[in-house]
Nanobody
Framework: EVQLVESGGGLVQAGGSLRLSCAAS????????MAWFRQAPGKERERVSC????????FAADSVKGRFTISIDNAKKTIHLQMNSLKPEDTAVYYC??????????????????WGQGTQVTVSS
């Protein structure tokens, strides 16, 4: 059974940091691009960051470049999202997602085949 289980969300003040984790099981992590998406109330789902299993290349939304970093710990089968200099507009539910193959880091969530249940991140001003 495929599972993606996020953790690490919470309440933080603006300027603070959080580290999200996504524990993957039931599939080979190195065979799929992995991404973090977020969705705030009343807004469309947004791809925050993605890492390709092809060559480790990473992609980040303009809104988080220089602040958020995606990484993979293959030994622990865990994907991380380090979030620094958090802003109130980063408040959202954050989801971990697995791509259809090792190279596809599409910004369109419809291309992703496995999803976690999400973890809430709230940034207070």
């Amino acid at each position: 059974e495929v599972q993606l289980v996020e953790s690490g969300g919470g309440l933080v003040q603006a300027g603070g940091s959080l580290r999200l984790s996504c524990a993957a099981s039931g599939f080979t992590l190195g065979h799929r691009a992995m991404a973090w998406f977020r969705q705030a109330p009343g807004k469309e789902r947004e791809r925050v960051s993605c890492i390709s299993a092809l060559n480790g290349a990473t992609f980040a939304a303009d809104s988080v470049k220089g602040r958020f970093t995606i990484s993979i710990d293959n030994a622990k089968k865990t994907i991380h999202l380090q979030m620094n200099s958090l802003k109130p507009e980063d408040t959202a539910v954050y989801y971990c997602a697995a791509g259809p193959n090792y190279w596809n880091c599409s910004p369109d969530g419809a291309h992703y085949v496995y999803w976690g249940q999400g973890t809430q991140v709230t940034v207070s001003s």
